[in-house]
């Protein structure tokens, strides 16, 4: 059976340009390449979590205008539930406008029609919500509204992810109520108001005393770390594979680690299988480009060939 999972989160028009080196202050380069994709944390995991085989709704809303179109279009395309995303006429869709170069990436996201993502605008999906696995969430959209959407999944016991990204420092109480966390190292480093290098372990530990119940660490080609309350912490280290583009690498780690544990596999199992999808993801262009299906997953990382 396929596991149902709800995200509530952004949608945005990536507008990347890549260059051999970012301006400095004040100064003007010249890029070699414009392009735009479909992208948005929350649309970039909805994607993955569809291409891997899970039955998914998309909440959220974008503006009355092209880029709106394209995203639902991009969405609709892999399969993602739509209905629920709100068109305004009174905001702009979203926009990320992304820079490529000396091999990272960098980004402003300009929220638009994100920002009006409202609590309110949730409850007619409660229905959804409580028949769905686990409701995955991020931090382009208000935080009320995570908040709300976090209350809403916990009143029917589906489980909650939260990728808490953009960083941003975030109450005990709204913590307490995750079931797993997901943050990069700086964001874990601000979460537990410590440094990237005690975060890690000792400042997970802060969190599991204010009820998170899992912690699930990303760390770039390194791969990842997790800890439970009350276990030790254990890492997995990520797969060596040809970087194309980095842009949503974290993305499709939250879609595969979603699709896993809405199945109800093992923490272990989960981010193992996540690690994958991530490390096939950087392989392609774009941050819904390189998204895998469940078959190319298998068929890339063959029992004992890589
Ligand atoms: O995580 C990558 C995403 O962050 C991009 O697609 C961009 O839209 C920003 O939201
Ligand atoms: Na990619």
Redesign the pocket.
Known sequence: QRPKVVVIG?L???LVVKAVRAPKRGETVLGEEIHF?????G??QAIGLARLGAETTMIGAVGSDAFGEELKKALQADGVSTSSIKVLDSQAT???S?LLAEGDNS?V?VPGANAQCLPEDLDQYEGIISEADLVLL?L?IPLKTVEYAIKLARRHGTLVMLNP??AQSLSQDLLRQVDYLTPNRSELALLTEMSEESAIDQGIQGLFEVGVSCCVTTLGAEGVAFKESGGSLVSISGHMVPVVDT?????AFNAGLAYALAQRKSIREAAEFAVKVSALAVTKFG??GGMPSLAEVEAYFQEGSR
Do not use: C, F, R
């Open positions: 952004s945005n028009m990536d994709v479909p992208g948005g944390k649309a970039n979203g926009v990320a992304i980004i996201v991020q382009e990204a953009p842009t949503g690498a974290g993305d941050a819904q």
